[in-house]
């Protein structure tokens, strides 16, 4: 499951919503945390939501589009053996690759 959503390629114009980042083919954070929170929840792991502020990196061309590069990251904490684990896939293995 964890390599499914690097291997999909990040794209600020894919789709934002986990249900449909295997269908679509590409997706941004938010896309990417809301397939990986449906799939630990899934496998019965308590999940929580993680955001911070961060700046989108400049190396991917979309990026250039916007107003701003200032953007708030979305990934998942996944409660495993009494601890929180930080779960983030968003860049795909080849961040140069943009989708």
Do not use: I
Request: aromatic share 8%; glycine share 10%; net charge neutral.
């Amino acid at each position: 499951m964890f390599e499914q959503v690097p291997a999909v390629p990040y794209a600020t114009h894919g789709t934002h919503t986990g249900a449909d980042l295997l269908t679509v083919g590409r997706g941004d954070c938010l896309a990417k945390a809301g397939f990986l929170d449906t799939q630990f929840r899934g496998l019965g792991y308590p999940v929580r939501k993680v955001r911070w502020l961060y700046c989108l990196p400049d190396r991917l061309v979309e990026v250039a589009l916007l107003r701003s590069r200032e953007d708030v990251h979305n990934a998942v904490g996944v409660r495993v053996d009494d601890r929180w684990t930080l779960v983030g896939a968003t860049h795909d293995p080849d961040p140069l690759r943009p989708g």
